[in-house]
């Protein structure tokens, strides 16, 4: 039973170092704004994703989709 155990908690851990090696993200992140250009609504979190986008190190590329409820 203790055998069984302690295998089953070094293949566990063995399995979670391999994921701390990988660097997150590695694709540039994609933000969708529902609202157009321009707009308060807009503008502000373009300034959020920026100060992201230098903490992570990774760009964060902003998309507007006007449509359904908001505006276009």
């Not at 293949?11 to 993200?25: E, I, K, R």
């Amino acid at each position: 039973m203790r055998r069984g155990l302690a295998f089953g908690l070094m293949v566990v851990l063995a399995a979670g170092g391999s994921a701390l090696g990988q660097s997150y993200p590695t694709k540039p992140i994609r933000a969708i704004i529902p609202f157009g250009a321009g707009s308060a609504t807009d503008v502000i979190p373009r300034i959020v994703f920026d100060e992201l986008s230098a903490r992570l190190g990774q760009p964060v590329i902003v998309e507007n989709r006007g449509g359904a409820g908001g505006t276009s």
